[in-house]
């Protein structure tokens, strides 16, 4: 759970500390934009998508430990890059060691919760939420002590230094397919089944239709973070304080709908959750758009908050459960929906230029209508709990109500 912390620790800092950084680098709003998210997650994304392979064949206790210590060192040469060329290949060594970090651990999340990937990953949220949380407290303190961005990215780096050596401490886990699951000579030859895996895997449509939705998450997380902290200070008039702030309740919402969602799994079924919230998200986005002033905005940018905070953990457990016992395959394929991160906000910034913040708030509609399409193509699940729930009540109707 602490890899899910750390993973959202420092990928913050970036944006809480923009003005500095820009300021260090001597970027102005697009060369941030390109060379602090754009290069970076293109670059890591391939990396990532290969070591997220190694999942399913290495223990997976040594490839957390690696991923910690590729992301200590990662943020280490991003401390210390005095270009912005340098900056970007670093934080491209720190997402992708980052991600094999979290690959392994989400791998023995799943396989500790006996496929229970909701619950798992629920409570994965809930500890990302909490390093949200603290992304701009760690920051505000090294600038308090006279730091930059800098100073604060080696104090995470030291924190995943530790948690590195501590990985390596920790029992030692062994990947989903260590023991060969047939006798035949290939089991011995692991380059062919994992070709073959990714070849059935790249046919399989559930698996990309929930793909695609964990991947439209990132609509109602850092963009819609960054839009609304400037339609606070643009549009509403807000202070600077009162705009950065807007990042501390939106996370503070989806810490507390995380803690709730695992709190509600065991009673209500997981496409129900992902209905009431979907529901939810339209009118707190609607909420969000028609708030007069900052008074109602920040309320509202809670609620967002709590209402979304189901849906990556929902939607990414139902992707892992379409490939059992393969969760660096989906990991990989996952690495492809990077494009949304890179399209959607050039995208909404076009909406914005064209027809005002108001409008690109409006059109992160698309992310709770998704997930509502996805429940609607991919109704009568054939999950092993409702599928229980269907062989228990079957025998007790008449035949002629069974359909």
Request: charged residues 15%; glycine residues 8%.
């Amino acid at each position: 759970m602490l890899v899910g912390f750390s993973d959202e620790l420092w990928s913050g800092v970036a944006v809480v500390a923009a003005p500095s950084l820009e300021q260090e680098q001597a970027l102005d709003h697009r060369g941030y934009t390109l060379f602090v998210f754009v290069l970076p997650l293109l670059l890591s994304a391939a990396l990532d998508a290969v070591l997220s392979l190694l999942c399913d064949w290495l223990p997976r206790q040594r490839l957390r430990a690696l991923g910690l210590a590729g992301l200590s060192l990662g943020l280490v040469l991003v401390a210390l890059a005095p270009t912005a060329s340098g900056l970007s290949l670093g934080l491209a060594l720190a997402g992708a060691a980052s991600g094999l970090a979290c690959s392994a651990a989400q791998a023995d999340l799943i396989g500790r919760h006996d496929g229970n990937g909701e619950i798992a990953l629920t409570r994965w949220a809930f500890f990302g939420g909490l390093g949200d949380l603290a992304s701009p407290l760690v920051v505000a303190s090294v600038f308090g002590l006279g730091g930059s961005y800098r100073g604060a990215l080696v104090v995470i780096a030291a924190l995943s230094a530790v948690q590195a050596l501590a990985a390596l401490r920790a029992p030692r886990t062994a990947p989903a397919l260590a023991v060969p699951q047939s006798s035949e000579p290939e089991a011995a030859e692991p380059e062919l089944p994992v070709w073959r895996a990714l070849r059935a895997a790249a046919g399989q449509r559930r698996l990309w239709l929930w793909l695609i939705g964990s991947g439209l998450c990132t609509l109602l997380d850092e963009i819609v973070l960054a839009f609304a902290s400037l339609r606070l200070s643009l549009d509403l008039g807000a202070s600077d304080a009162v705009a950065a702030s807007s990042g501390v309740v939106l996370s503070l919402g989806a810490t507390l709908g995380a803690a709730l969602t695992e709190r509600l799994l065991p009673s209500v079924p997981a496409r129900r959750l992902l209905l009431m919230s979907a529901l939810a998200c339209l009118c707190a986005l609607a909420w969000v758009v028609a708030a007069p002033s900052a008074v109602w905005l920040t309320p509202a940018l809670f609620l967002l908050g709590v209402s979304a905070a189901p849906h990556y953990p929902l939607l990414e457990a139902r992707a892992y459960a379409e490939l059992p016992g393969r969760p660096g395959l989906v990991r990989a394929l996952a690495q492809v929906m990077v494009l949304i991160e890179v399209l959607a906000p050039a995208a909404l910034g076009a909406i914005a230029q064209a027809l005002g913040l108001a409008a690109a708030l409006g059109a992160l509609v698309l992310q709770p209508l998704a997930i509502l399409g996805l429940l609607w193509i991919t109704r009568q699940p054939r999950s092993p709990r409702h599928g229980s729930e269907t062989a228990r009540q079957t025998p007790e109707r008449q035949p002629e109500s069974s359909p």
